[in-house]
């Protein structure tokens, strides 16, 4: 939605490139999460993040609250990267419930 | 890794009758959520709870209500189904008091309202 931006909507790749992801948030976050929906529909929990730096295999995230915004850099992309990410951030009201993005969806090709 | 069971899986009602979907959560998680995805939206929060008989509001809670009978237990009941209800409906659970409150979410349920 319109508190947490996520951009691209649509990401190409070619195997074996690297590429970025971006949220920007017009919320206080505190936290955030990336997530990967996959083609059957799960979402796969990748990151939680307070402000910082974390890295898993060939996927890094940073999340920069003074700045408002938190990425996802892909190195390396594999067939296997496809689906689409999320980002959502973490408002400090509301159950500690998440405010999601709508998504990138990122398509690995040969 | 935290288990959320959803059921069912596929659901197809008639505008005006009642449908309930049920969580299930094995890791003893105090909070849990309920999302609808429909495309251009993401995943927005209709209803949440901090543990049993607890149900809170969340961004778009009309035409919904929400039951937390035990720890384990997250339902969303549409009484009076309408075709804009037709969605993917996700549960999630999370430890929420704990420092480090990732959100483990089911498999989904695919409702369509005719």
């Known amino acids: 939605g319109d508190k947490v931006k996520q951009s691209p909507s649509a990401l190409s790749l070619q195997e074996g490139t690297n590429s970025a992801l971006r949220c920007n948030f017009s919320?206080?976050?505190?936290?955030v999460q990336w997530f990967l929906q996959n083609p059957r529909g799960s979402l796969i929990n990748l990151f939680y993040l307070v402000p910082g730096t974390k890295e898993n295999g060939r996927l890094k995230s940073t999340f920069n609250s003074k700045e408002s915004y938190s990425t996802l850099h892909i190195r390396d992309a594999q067939l296997e990267d496809s689906g689409t990410y999320f980002c959502?951030?973490?408002?400090?009201?509301?159950?500690?419930?998440?405010?999601f993005g709508t998504g990138t969806t990122v398509s690995v090709s040969p | 890794e935290a288990a959320v069971t959803q059921s069912p899986r596929n659901k197809v009602a008639v505008t005006g009758g009642k449908v309930t979907l049920s969580c299930n959560q094995t890791n003893n998680h105090n909070n849990m959520y309920w999302y609808r995805q429909d495309t251009g939206h993401g995943l927005r929060l209709i209803h949440y709870?901090?543990?049993?008989?607890?149900?809170e509001k969340g961004d778009i809670p009309d035409g919904y209500k929400a039951s937390r009978p035990s720890q384990e237990n997250f339902s969303l009941i549409l009484e009076l189904a309408t075709p804009s209800q037709t969605s993917v409906y996700f549960c999630a659970s999370g430890p929420g008091t704990s420092s480090q409150n990732t959100l483990y979410f089911g498999a989904g349920t695919r409702l369509s309202v005719l």
């Open positions: 959502a951030a973490e408002a400090p009201q509301g159950g500690r419930a998440l405010i």
């Open positions: 709870s901090y543990g049993a008989g607890s149900t």
């Open positions: 919320i206080a976050a505190t936290t």
